[in-house]
C-alpha cells in the first residue's frame, strides 16, 4: 500500500512543480511588461517601497503550512531573480 | 496612460503572487503527507535522487522567460523550506 500511496503523492507533487514552474514564469513575463513600462517612462525598475508592500501581502494572506518568513525568503529570491531578467532586458535593449 | 497600465499590470501581479502563494502551501502539504508515509516505512526524509529528477523534468519543460538555471535556484530553495518543514513535524511526532 505504502509504495503506491507514495507514487501517487509523488505524481501529485510533479503535477504541482509543473503549475508553479508555469505560474513563475507568468510572473516573469509580467515583471517585463512593467518593466518595458517603467522604461518608458523613466522610472526606476528596483522598487523597494513595492516589494515591501507584496511581501506585507503574503504576511496577510498566508495560510501555511509554510511560515511567513519562509515564504518572504522564497519570494525575494523570485523579486531578486525577476529584476535581473529586467536588467538582461535592459541591455539588450539599450543594444538594439 | 502609463500609470494605469502600471496599476492593472501590478493588480495582475498581486494576483498572481497570491496564486503562487497558494500553490507553494499546497506544494508543502503534499511534502508534509509524503514525509508521513516515509516515515511510516522508516524512509529517510531527505531523497537526492528525487530531488534531482524534480529538477531535471523543470529542464525538460520550462518555456521560460526564466532560464532553467534560475527555477532550479527557486526550487531548490523550496525544496530546503519544505524539508525543514518535514523535520518539524518529525520533531513535533516524536514529542507526543
Do not use: C, W, Y
Amino acid at each position: 500500500m505504502g509504495n503506491e500511496q507514495l507514487e501517487e503523492l509523488r505524481k501529485q507533487l510533479d503535477e504541482v512543480n509543473m503549475q508553479l514552474m508555469d505560474l513563475i514564469n507568468e510572473r516573469a513575463r509580467l515583471v517585463q511588461e512593467i518593466g518595458k513600462v517603467k522604461s518608458s517612462q523613466g522610472i526606476n525598475r528596483f522598487d523597494p517601497v513595492r516589494e515591501r508592500k507584496m511581501l506585507n501581502l503574503i504576511a496577510e494572506n498566508n495560510k501555511g503550512p509554510f511560515e511567513t518568513g519562509t515564504l518572504q525568503h522564497i519570494f525575494k529570491q523570485i523579486f531578486k531573480a525577476s529584476l535581473e531578467l529586467q536588467e538582461d532586458d535592459h541591455r539588450k535593449a539599450l543594444l538594439v
